[in-house]
């Protein structure tokens, strides 16, 4: 039996689609707005080739002047674009245990699926490619693929890598670790890629901020550390029993002191995971399970200011 906000199932997924649609519609009346002083997008959009040139005409991007036509002919030329070929738009999933927890509307495991589904569909509409790639889990990778299949492919590896929740890792099976996903992409993309990060803020490490400094060489990167409100402001004063699925034991937060310490904590964890991405070139936001899943890749997608960033 699949709960709502517990576990992603493909229909869930699928229907997301409808809802992508807002995301592409924002994009056009964007681009369609050369007024607009929005900020750049973390993805560059997608690649172009000169095609030729052609007289200018009123409405033409002023940017894309042909100069050695224009001083050749003594008339304004302006060149034309084709767009490159088979773009890929890649997932990275985290299906870290740590995944499994939310305390508002859902877990991060399905918000990320959230995320990442709504993001397949946008990519597919613009053409793209799908991929995708798991950590914290047994590190899958799906292949690039086109089309309706590919992107269902993609939807079927998120609703597949959602960890169980209240299922404690064994110590000896610590899940494939996001440095190793990331190289394991790196080989598969062509460059001029999008990727996208779905990540516990505990997944970023030393070794995964090198793999995406090599990968953004090449490729566009973003990236989504999903949080629940829980770990932004501490629950009300008092005495919990807890269970990480193995152990049990009572967490005191009973005091000032305490709280204090539990929003340090969790400070701390978040700015270093996104000083870690930003370093190696990623655009990067904290997602919280509550925020609506279109908005929050909306904002992302349009380098809007962070919840940290305007604390």
Known sequence: MIVSGVHADLRELVALRARARELAQAGQRRSENRMSGG????????GMEYAESRPYAAGDDVRHIDWRVTARTGRTHTKLFQPERERVTALVYDAAPAMAFGTRACFKSVQAARIGSLLTWLALSEGDRLAAGECGGRGEVIQPLGGRRGALRVLDGLVRWQPESGVALPSSSPG???????????RVLRPGSHILLLLDARSVDAAGERSLARLRAHHDLAACVLVDPIETTAPRPQRYRVSDGRDRGTLLLDAQPQRDRWREHFDAQHRDALDRLRRAGARARLVATDEDPVDALR?????????EAAA
């Open 39 to 46: 900020q750049s997008s973390p993805f560059r959009g997608r």
């Open 176 to 186: 494939v670790p996001l440095a190793t996903t990331l190289d394991a992409l790196y």
């Open 299 to 307: 904002q992302l997608l349009r380098g809007a200011p962070t919840r």
